[in-house]
């Protein structure tokens, strides 16, 4: 494994042209988890958000050899969002009726496929075009190369054809502060008037938007060569331009709350083992890692991470010694507050673990713990 620290070129228009807004030191892999009992330390790697000059794409200033390592169970707010965005494609006559689809999947797994087959799209041939082609749960910010991962995703579109690219905005992360968004393996942070620019690259013109609540602010768009912009588009445009996403100095404020986040979070830790309540998290998210290492916690201080894929129990949070359990652990260990680093996943997981409130233990959101201007529950 080898971090890349030369001289940055974009990785979609090439320039060399930007500046460094965010430096998170070095970090371990966030989808890397070693076994409980492997002997550290875990390797680490350089881990900073750059902004292009010319195209204004936010992205990884570095580059590892470290593969992706797709063990996630898809949450159902994913799910729940994929199907209200095809809902919305219908209801909006974006999508065609009928025809053909492909689909270009993404190491968090899940397919709009079924979906799109209920409005009669069916599976493209091999290697031919198709009249509808979905970049999936956020598939395209993988790529090293954004250029050669947007240009096939284009050739792969039929004549007339649409391309639907799905990602959570930086706006959401500059407005939420998710600092902890940014990890190894997410190459590339989209905002709308970038994906406007990316996609006329290609060959495509961005016409339509929508925008979900799924963490923070996910949008949609809707590409087709010839389209002309709807309302949706130009608004959604203005509100992040308005909101920073092309502006490094608003982009770089992030910097700041990265260096009071860790001692946020082990001040809270601190305050709650004070009070002798014991600490859990939930899920083993890839935000979680950047999070807990910033902030060194060890386990006296979090006593493990539950998650609900079986590949990942029996590991341990990367750079840590806290050990990744199941569901039905976290219950049984009965814990007094449980830190969910997701917090889109609240609803599911109360219903899906009542027994934690039963026992008298509560859900604390992570980032009502980070922020400044909040206050846990």
């Known amino acids: 494994m080898k971090a890349v620290q030369d001289a940055h070129l974009c990785r979609f228009c090439r320039s060399a042209s930007g500046t460094l807004v965010m430096d998170l030191g070095e970090q371990p892999p966030s989808e890397l988890f070693p076994p409980l009992d492997a002997p550290g330390p875990d390797p680490v790697?350089?881990?900073?958000?750059?902004?292009?000059?010319?195209?204004?794409?936010?992205?990884?200033?570095?580059?590892?050899d470290v593969p992706e390592n797709p063990q996630g169970v898809q949450p159902e707010a994913l799910t729940r969002?994929?199907?209200?965005?095809?809902?919305?494609?219908?209801?909006?006559?974006?999508l065609p009726a009928g025809g053909t689809v492909a689909e270009f999947p993404s190491p968090h797994g899940g397919s709009w496929l079924p979906l799109l087959a209920e409005h009669g799209l069916v599976p493209a041939a091999a290697a031919e075009?198709?009249?509808?082609?979905?970049?999936?749960?956020?598939?395209?910010?993988?790529?090293?190369?954004?250029?050669?991962?947007?240009?096939?995703?284009?050739?792969?579109?039929?004549?007339?054809?649409?391309?639907l690219v799905q990602f959570q905005s930086l706006a959401s992360i500059v407005e939420q502060r998710e600092w902890n968004a940014v990890r190894h393996g997410h190459f590339a942070y989209f905002s709308v008037p970038v994906m406007r620019t990316m996609m006329a690259e290609v060959g495509l013109a961005a016409f339509a938007a929508f925008w979900f609540p799924l963490y923070g602010g996910t949008v949609l768009v809707a590409g087709r060569a010839g389209a002309e912009p709807e309302?949706?588009?130009?608004?959604?445009?203005?509100?992040?331009?308005?909101a920073g996403v092309l502006d490094p100095a608003t982009v770089a404020a992030l910097d700041g709350v990265v260096r009071t986040g860790g001692s946020?979070?082990?001040?809270?830790?601190?305050?709650?083992?004070?009070?002798?309540?014991?600490?859990?998290?939930?899920?083993?998210?890839?935000?979680?890692?950047?999070?807990?290492?910033?902030?060194?916690v060890r386990r006296e201080l979090l006593a493990g991470v539950a998650d609900a894929s079986a590949a990942k129990?029996?590991?341990?949070?990367?750079?840590?010694?806290?050990?990744?359990?199941?569901?039905?652990?976290?219950?049984d260990a009965a814990p007094d507050s449980v830190l969910l680093f997701v917090?889109?996943?609240?609803?599911?997981?109360?219903?899906?673990?009542?027994?934690?409130?039963?026992?008298?233990?509560?859900?604390?959101r992570a980032d009502e713990v980070l922020a400044p201007d909040r206050r846990p529950s």
Not at 81 to 94: G, Y
Not at 343 to 363: C, N, Q, S, Y
Request: contains cysteine.
């Open 129 to 163: 075009p198709a009249d509808v082609v979905v970049d999936c749960s956020f598939g395209l910010m993988h790529a090293h190369d954004q250029a050669a991962a947007l240009a096939e995703r284009a050739a792969a579109v039929a004549q007339g054809g649409l391309l």
């Open 313 to 331: 129990q029996g590991s341990r949070i990367p750079g840590s010694d806290i050990p990744v359990i199941g569901p039905g652990d976290l219950v």
């Open 343 to 364: 917090p889109d996943l609240l609803d599911e997981v109360t219903k899906a673990m009542p027994g934690i409130e039963a026992a008298g233990g509560r859900w604390v």
């Open 231 to 242: 309302e949706s588009l130009e608004t959604l445009t203005k509100q992040e331009i308005a």
């Open 45 to 64: 790697f350089p881990l900073r958000l750059w902004m292009c000059g010319e195209c204004g794409l936010a992205q990884l200033a570095d580059d590892m």
């Open 81 to 94: 969002q994929a199907a209200a965005a095809v809902a919305q494609l219908a209801s909006a006559r974006v």
């Open 264 to 296: 946020r979070l082990n001040d809270w830790l601190l305050a709650e083992q004070r009070s002798g309540r014991r600490v859990y998290g939930y899920p083993a998210a890839s935000r979680a890692v950047p999070l807990l290492h910033r902030a060194g």
